[in-house]
């Protein structure tokens, strides 16, 4: 069920809940009034008729004609009955005349509201001596031709207000429907890799905070994609430059390596050519073609880091880097076993260091470099820092694939990072990865 029909369907319920409810407390209160408006009216006539008529006595066509003047009394019927032949004497309207007037309201009205009433009898004489019997009834259908016409109206304004709300709220709903069908085709659109232009504001409290904040998802979004596209490419310049400079390599070494070794072989054919002198040329050749060969081997995949372990591989790199930057002094500390890592993990705990070292040698202009790796927290969990003591920067301001790169390894791992640095303070990155 849609959200209009769950809530047209609770304000239909609740509706026909105030409805019922502020029908029936009327039908109460109705009937409280008739009874209460019948009893005073009966005993105000009581008390005109001990004023008027109480200790005098008159004959009986002047006690008609005085009794008449009651018939301004509301809500009631009085008659005058003899007590020899039982005679009646209507003074007013009966409940059956005033039923057949053509604005009454219908009987099952009058069945709710209408209640058994008191009758009061009151003895007469005549100037004759005649007992008469005065007798005062109820006669509540004015007072309940009134209550009719005031519920009528009292329920006409609440089906007003009824309807009045349901209106508004079908009216919100259809602005607010509307600005949901915005947000959603938002989100279609993002769903298919598109960023457009950013949600309008709107005037609800709400959709603007959840306009704000698909805004703010997009644009990170778009970051995102921009920076993966942008590493990417570089990923992909790099590995042409790697090829060509591959190429380059095979081509000067191996091409002139081999060339010589072809022009020697083809010399030692010769009877006066010096055999010993040649082989000699070859094998410093050959030598030379192996350490090129390990030397290329070493910078596509470092060997020793599957057959001495990531340890061993540490080591070499920090020596590598010592024996070529004598200036910066590199510290290596490594305080857990580190050999028995997860399969993938020591090559990418390599490059990440191994970017690093490359990062801070060119940029940080630092005399000190700490690689420390342990798991004293947690056995379930590594953590490397590294830190120098150089120049610094400010963390806005980072840019560059070689920091993404080691980001995009440390995610591969399901590690978490953070990075810490100030001008002239130095640079530290600590990352913690669960094992």
Known sequence: MSLRNQINLKILLISSFILILGSSITLWQARQAIHKEIEASIQLALQLINLGIENKRYAQSELI?????????????????????????????????????????????????????????????????????????????????????????????????????????????????????????????????????????????????????????????????????????????????????????????????????????????????????????????????????????????PLMLKELGLKTTLEDLINHWQSRIPKIHFNLIITTDIDNLPANMPIQLFRIIQEALTNTVRHAEATEVTIYLNNKYSSQTLQLNISDNGKGCELEKISGFGLQGMQERIDILNGSYSINSHPQQGFKISAIFPL
């Open 65 to 301: 004609a005085q009794l008449k003047d009651l018939k301004q009394t509301r809500h009631l019927n009085i008659h005058i009955k003899t007590a020899a032949k039982q005679k009646k004497h209507a003074i007013t309207h009966t409940i059956d005349s005033i039923n057949q007037q053509p604005n009454n309201p219908p009987m099952w009205f009058i069945n709710l509201v209408i209640s058994h009433y008191p009758q009061a009898e009151y003895n007469l004489k005549t100037i004759d001596n005649k007992s008469l019997i005065l007798i005062i009834y109820a006669n509540p259908m004015d007072e309940i031709v009134e209550i009719w016409h005031e519920s009528i109206t009292f329920i006409s304004i609440l089906l007003s207000l009824i309807i009045l709300t349901f209106i508004a709220v079908q009216l919100s709903f259809n602005k607010a429907l509307l600005n949901i069908k915005q947000i959603i085709q938002h989100l279609n659109t993002i769903e298919k890799g598109h960023y457009p232009a950013n949600l309008p504001v709107f005037s609800t409290r709400e959709y603007n905070q959840i306009s704000q904040a698909i805004n703010h998802m997009c644009n990170e979004l778009q970051l995102s994609q921009q920076q993966n596209r942008k590493l990417t490419q570089h990923s992909l310049s790099i590995q042409e430059d790697e090829r060509r400079r591959l190429s380059q390599e095979l081509h000067d070494e191996f091409g002139q390596s081999l060339t010589a070794i072809k022009v020697m072989a083809a010399t030692a054919a010769h009877e006066k050519s010096d055999t010993q002198q040649i082989s000699h040329s070859i094998n410093d050749i050959c030598e030379h073609l192996i350490n090129v060969m390990r030397s290329m081997m070493k910078q596509l995949h």
